[in-house]
């Protein structure tokens, strides 16, 4: 079987279990795991085999229940749970926790990385560690690796996006973190906030023209049923950070979170690779199954966002230093 075949097949395996599998005896913890990706995305497939090793290597002590694909809510409501401690590990993107911890946003810098492993080289380093460090100030825990949902890219109904003139007015669906509006009003186009799990009508019915994703969620979400045109922009990098309710990370003991660190880790550069394995062939996937793909110009898309980087370097302080740090001069 081909390795996107195993990894797919995997996840339809593991979406049948409720609960990951472990000895029989009751678990001392017993954690909810929330995730906004289908059963067949890397995320899900490792996310699971690390909860398994997690299980096996405590003993059976802390047991994770993960659900995939929003089953707990859009993100911001299952954030609002994991403060609440009703979730006790939420999985997903710096600038959907950066309501919080607001340098968290930071990951998405318009433009600021070029492919998801100049990301990685970031937050591995020191802009990673100030991260998680002005998240354990603000009563977050935030675990070391980065996992990845590649690089995201503009799709259309209406028309290709190959300049910046091309995004003048154009509705746009895009999360509810501030830096995807930001990056976009910036970049002339008209945003609109809608959860994932109202893209697709929301396309179907024209509420919006075009969204951005990750070449894989185009995918999942079935998007080239309903847009036409794949511009490749590479406009923003969005991780997926494990984010831990902190009494729930506390009353585990060094003990156990040195083991859920270890495999977080461990899984987490697995993650890192089967992404980018499955990405490489994504384009021509969606090409076959009818959109219309184009690289973008994004010198004209990054020409108009001076003002937004001289904003952006005022908000994020040091943070922003230590990004510049790592890729180069933004501003």
């Known amino acids: 079987m081909r390795r996107r075949g195993f990894l797919f097949g995997s996840g339809a395996a593991f ?34 085999q690390c909860c398994n090793a997690i299980k096996r290597e405590s003993g059976g002590r802390l047991e994770i229940a993960i659900f995939p694909f ?8 299952v954030f609002t749970q994991l403060r609440s401690g009703a979730v006790q590990v939420y999985v997903g993107s710096g600038g959907l926790w950066g309501t919080v911890v607001p340098v968290a946003n930071i990951e998405n810098v318009g433009f600021a990385f070029k492919t998801a492993a100049d990301a990685f080289r970031t937050f591995d380093g020191p802009l990673g560690a100030y991260v998680r460090k002005d ?5 977050i825990v935030v675990l070391d690796r980065v ?18 003139a091309d995004l003048d007015g154009f509705r746009i669906r895009t999360p509810a973190g501030r ?17 994932a799990n109202e893209l697709y009508t929301a396309l179907q019915t024209h509420v919006v023209d075009g969204q951005e994703n990750a070449l894989f969620g185009i995918d999942a979400y079935r998007l080239y049923e309903v847009q036409k045109y794949l511009s490749i922009t590479n406009h923003m990098f969005a991780g ?10 506390k009353a585990l003991g060094p003990d156990l979170q040195t083991v859920v660190q270890r495999n977080v880790s461990k899984y987490g550069l697995l993650q890192r690779r089967d992404t980018e394995l499955q ?4 384009a021509d996937k969606l090409h076959r199954e009818g959109m219309t793909v184009n690289a973008a110009d994004v010198a004209t898309m990054r020409s108009r966002l001076a003002p937004l980087y001289a904003k952006w370097k005022a908000d994020f302080g040091p943070a922003w230093t230590l990004l510049e740090d790592s890729v180069g001069k933004l501003t």
């Open 135 to 139: 998240a354990e100030s603000k009563g």
């Open 240 to 249: 997926y950070w494990w984010v831990v309710n902190p009494d729930a990370w």
């Open 70 to 77: 929003n089953t707990l809510g859009s993100d911001p409501a």
């Open 147 to 164: 996992w990845d949902n590649g690089m995201r890219n503009v799709t259309s109904s209406s028309k290709p996006v190959r300049t910046a």
């Open 15 to 48: 979406a049948s279990i409720g609960v990951v599998r472990g000895p029989a005896r009751a678990a001392e913890f017993s954690w909810k795991l929330s995730h906004n990706l289908p059963v067949g995305s890397p995320l899900h497939v490792r996310a699971v």
């Open 279 to 282: 990405n490489e062939s994504y």
């Open 179 to 195: 830096m995807w509006i930001d990056l976009f009003k910036g970049l002339g186009a008209s945003p609109t906030p809608i959860n």
